[in-house]
């Protein structure tokens, strides 16, 4: 079979293949979040119909409650990966603590864990822009059988065993690495089904492509002023093209197949930023690293920060490699 034509499902067992004795859990998982992420794709594509059907999170013409989308995206994800016992733990940005999950017979022997922002920009969903979902898988340090900890979250992004996003754009991608390089996969609709895309993507060393809100300018440290400024000049080149949607999946994803830098620096008022480590941070900069680029909060590469909570948050830069070590030259 030539290559364009191979689906998530066949790729997931010919990995697998790869580690003769790999247990298959974590193709189980992959094919959980591929399911999953199957539901809230349709759903995303229903979200234009909420003046006819009632927005989400109000009642409808019947008189039913609508769910948000994120809620609805976080309790898919949830309960496709409770129906089919394969992890032991889930934290999600929409839950305040982790989730402690046993089998069937009260087992807690799975040994993956993962972490997730199920719906990613959602208020971007009123205005029809692109909307994502990032997940994060680490194998659990705790012992097996027994019910997993907070430690087993507060891992180091270096740790992870698979990371990856689903964006839900134009078309809805699905992006994974596991460690060995990173593949795009896109859903036809009609069948349902995700086709090899974009197979061992790579994010260009240069770029001409900047983002950033620059909303928060006058807050920014003065060595990301100077940065963006030099984005900016036109004395000696054409300056860098600003591009942001404010939709962190798809300035992310943009800018690893176009080249280009993403950063949501600390703001005096918020001096980590927005974005989370583990929910947001982590799995993005394993793949930014497995496609060849670099992800650091300024002073530390993201995948070696240490956790010391949930849902801590951290400054971070990432995308083309010379364009972070460019703004890192500035900091
Ligand atoms: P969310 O997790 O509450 O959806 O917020 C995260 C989003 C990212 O998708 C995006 O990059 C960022 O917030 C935009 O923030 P801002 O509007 O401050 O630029
Ligand atoms: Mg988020």
Redesign the pocket.
């Known amino acids: 079979m030539e290559e364009r034509f191979i689906t998530l499902g066949e790729f997931i067992i010919k990995k697998q293949e790869d580690f003769p004795y790999s247990s298959g859990e974590l193709s189980r998982l992959m094919n959980s979040i591929r399911l999953a992420s199957k539901i809230v794709a349709q759903k995303v594509n229903q979200a234009g119909l909420v003046d006819i059907n009632g927005a989400f999170g109000s009642e409808n013409i019947q008189g039913e409650q609508q769910q948000k989308l994120d809620v609805f995206a976080n309790d898919v994800f949830i309960q496709t990966l409770i129906n089919r016992e394969i992890v032991c733990g889930i934290a999600s ?1 929409e839950n305040d603590d982790f989730i402690t999950i046993c089998g069937a017979d009260g087992n807690n022997n799975n040994k993956y864990v993962l972490l997730m ?1 199920p719906l ?4 971007n969903i009123d205005v029809n822009v692109s909307v994502g979902t990032i997940f994060s898988v680490y194998r659990r340090i705790s012992d097996s059988g027994t019910p997993v900890t907070q430690a087993d979250f507060l891992q180091k992004g270096i740790n992870q065993v698979a990371a990856g996003y689903v964006i839900y754009g134009s078309s809805t991608m699905l992006v994974y690495t596991t460690g060995n390089g990173v593949n795009g996969f896109t859903l036809d609709p009609s069948l349902g089904t995700f086709f090899l895309s974009h197979p061992d993507m790579k994010i260009s060393e240069d770029g001409a492509i900047f983002s950033v ?1 620059e909303g ?1 300018f006058n807050q920014f440290e003065q060595g990301v002023k100077d940065y963006v400024a030099f984005c900016k000049d036109d004395t000696s080149k054409k300056p860098y093209s600003s591009r ?1 949607i ?4 798809a ?1 992310v994803h943009r800018n690893i197949l176009k080249g280009g830098i993403y950063m ?1 620096p600390g703001t005096t008022s918020k001096p980590n930023g ?2 989370r480590l583990l929910y ?1 941070c982590n799995p993005l900069a394993m793949i930014i690293e497995q496609a060849g680029g670099k992800a650091t909060s300024g002073t530390q590469r993201i995948l070696e920060i240490e956790p010391t909570e949930l849902h801590q948050r951290v400054p971070i830069f990432c995308g083309s490699k010379n364009m972070v070590d460019k703004l890192e030259s500035y900091l």
């Open positions: 940005e922002d990613d920009g959602s208020s809100n928060n942001y404010g939709s962190l999946v300035d949501y927005k974005l947001e």
